[in-house]
């Protein structure tokens, strides 16, 4: 058997998602028959009993979504564990990368999570309304997320079958590393101007959110996400580790960094969700999301001044730049 899947972390995380998927796919069969006889014209017993067994749905399904969410920080966690057995690996960038299954599943596992939040805010409005005007939409929503949810699981499993330890895997550095005269940076863009777009698009995000211009922050926020991205791992990643050429978003999540990885990346992940899902739901329903794009300033704030933070002290400390 593949020495990875005796790892107590694999086990533990694969029996997880696959007890998860399990969960997800009884509510996947319920959810396709309450679709097949919904029809809110109808006030009979029928109707009657797919109202409540939808709602016992709904409701198992936000619990569980939950943890989706700290399943992905554990699943980072795992693969950085495996740096140990996994040679020419430093951190889980290695790990990841250690076949072609790894960045793919990553991304998708992100892209899901972003699903549950619109779905879990879809499903909030809709039972808050007097007569699921959201039932369908979300409904169909939760069948998509389940095929996605199933072709995730397929993905870990060849992942974890196809990691082997028999055969190097590139460090972070050479992952991430500035090749000669190659410029890593999105659009073309140099460190400064790239810093510069950073602020200005977080005031920019700032400005939207407040006023709640939904389209705009649709167009926006992913940018901004983007250039984030960028810069936390070839500018601001490097004040976190003191080291001009250490680039990487994956060392930080380590004890030697106190994790400082899971705060910066969750608050702007969550910030990025919670801001599109409120303009999402702002479209649909023309409902106020004002709450929902509170909590993502503070997501955005939280990021840029943690990021910020990195430089100041330094700076304080060496009275140099990088």
């Not at 409540?52 to 943890?67: C, D, E, G, N, P």
């Not at 409005?125 to 007569?131: E, G, S, W």
């Not at 050479?174 to 410029?183: I, K, R, S, T, Y």
């Not at 899971?262 to 739901?281: E, K, P, Q, R, T």
Request: hydrophobic share 55%; net charge positive; with cysteine.
């Amino acid at each position: 058997m593949n020495t990875i899947l005796l790892n107590r972390g694999v086990i533990v995380y694969l029996s997880s998602e696959i007890v998860l998927w399990g969960i997800f796919a009884i509510a996947f069969v319920v959810m396709i028959s309450i679709l097949y006889g919904w029809d809110f014209d109808k006030y009979t017993q029928k109707q009657y009993i797919l109202q409540k067994r939808a709602w016992l749905t709904v409701t198992i399904l936000s619990f569980v979504s939950i943890f989706k969410f700290l399943l992905l920080p554990y699943f980072v966690y795992t693969i950085d564990t495996l740096k140990d057995i996994v040679p020419g690996a430093m951190c889980a960038a290695g790990v990841i990368s250690a076949n072609s299954y790894g960045l793919k599943l990553l991304l998708l596992k992100i892209l899901i999570l972003f699903g549950f939040t619109l779905w879990i805010i879809l499903n909030r409005y809709d039972l808050n309304a007097k007569n699921y005007p959201l039932f369908k939409i979300k409904s169909w929503f939760f069948i998509l997320l389940f095929v996605a949810l199933t072709v995730e699981l397929w993905l870990d499993i060849k992942y974890f079958l196809h990691i082997d330890i028999n055969i190097p895997v590139s460090c972070c550095s050479a992952l991430f590393g500035q090749l000669e005269g190659a410029n890593p940076l999105p659009f073309g863009l140099n460190t400064n101007t790239m810093l510069l777009l950073f602020y200005i698009l977080y005031m920019l995000s700032m400005l939207l959110l407040f006023s709640s211009e939904a389209w705009l922050i649709l167009i926006v926020i992913p940018l901004f996400g983007v250039i984030s991205y960028y810069s936390v791992v070839y500018f601001f990643g490097t004040y976190i580790y003191e080291l001009p050429t250490h680039k990487c978003p994956f060392c930080m999540l380590q004890k030697d960094y106190y994790y400082i990885g899971y705060l910066i990346w969750s608050s702007l992940f969550g910030a990025v969700y919670l801001s599109l899902s409120g303009a999402i739901l702002q479209l649909l329903t023309k409902s106020n999301s004002k709450n929902l794009y509170q909590w993502s300033m503070k997501l955005f704030t939280l990021f840029v001044a943690v990021c910020s933070l990195y430089i100041i002290t330094y700076y304080i400390r060496s009275g140099v730049l990088l």
